[in-house]
């Protein structure tokens, strides 16, 4: 097992004036702590549902609960994307980046879609979307629980150079407080991941006849552990093939995807 990362790259960015604010989706477990940590510290809290918003500027706190509230209320695509787009453009996010997810984005809340037949989640679209056969392993943005990441937004592509430079930055940032806490982030984030068409998300090992074999869910936010079904959506990965395409098993229906970001 490899040692628990204690450096927290979105608070790095945050403090180095990297990134304007923080918009997290944490379990209520986590909450409470957090929100006063940052409040001792000066930064302006917001709350609104299961997302905590934090900023040196209270009015950007309270523009982006206020832009939420206004996305949990439409029914329109188009608002859904524009209402998106202002909140990626004020954490800061690369316009690239920005464009590609408001070109994914649909209707919220994300947990109705959800019950349908058909339905992708959206880290499973973004997992196709943005695809590439030598993925940076500095951009994978899927281990936002219980792990640090360095990118808290999806980049456009897995090797986008603007989303690169943004996570170096942070890196760098990070590096020069915590070397040692630096090289541990790199060594974690790179690793193979998985994606399935309903949203479980698992690092997994593959072997070099390209079969997987181990997949350990990770949870979809900070604090909430991985749902039955996830587990299982996980569980089924192993023993499985991936193709060249990164898609496992053969091709009936929405396969998981696996994004190589082990490959040095
Ligand atoms: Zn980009």
Redesign the pocket.
């Known amino acids: 097992m490899l040692r628990p990362v204690r450096v927290e790259p979105e608070r790095v960015a945050l403090e180095e004036g990297l990134k304007p604010a923080l918009r997290l989706r944490l379990a209520p477990s986590l909450r409470a702590e957090l929100v006063l940590r940052y409040r001792g510290e000066g930064f302006d809290v917001q709350e609104r549902g299961d997302l905590v918003y934090v900023a040196r500027d209270p009015e950007l706190g309270r523009e982006l609960a206020r832009l939420d509230g206004a996305l949990e209320r439409v029914v329109r695509g188009a608002t859904y994307r524009s209402l998106m787009r202002s909140i990626g453009e004020r954490l800061g996010y690369?316009a690239?980046?920005v464009d590609?997810f408001v070109l994914r984005a649909r209707r919220y809340p994300e947990r109705l879609l959800a019950r349908l037949p058909g339905y992708r989640a959206e880290a499973y679209r973004t997992a196709r979307a943005a695809w590439v056969r030598r993925p940076l392993a500095r951009l994978d943005p899927f281990l936002g629980g219980d792990e640090a990441r360095l990118v808290p937004f999806e980049?456009?592509?897995f090797d986008?150079p603007?989303?690169r430079a943004w996570a170096d930055r942070v890196f760098d940032a990070v590096a020069r407080r915590d070397p040692e806490g630096a090289r541990r982030l790199d060594e974690r984030l790179a690793r193979d991941v998985a994606v399935c068409p309903r949203g479980a998300i698992a690092i997994v090992s593959v072997d070099p006849s390209r079969r997987v074999r181990a997949a350990q869910p990770v949870p979809r936010f900070a604090g909430a552990p991985p749902s039955a079904a996830d587990r299982a959506a996980v569980r089924a990965l192993v023993g499985r093939r991936v193709r060249p395409d990164g898609r496992v098993g053969r091709r009936l229906g929405p396969e998981p995807v696996v994004i190589a970001f082990g490959r040095a």
Do not use: E
Request: glycine share 0%; charged share 10%.
């Open positions: 690369p690239c980046c590609a980049p456009c592509r986008c603007v989303a």
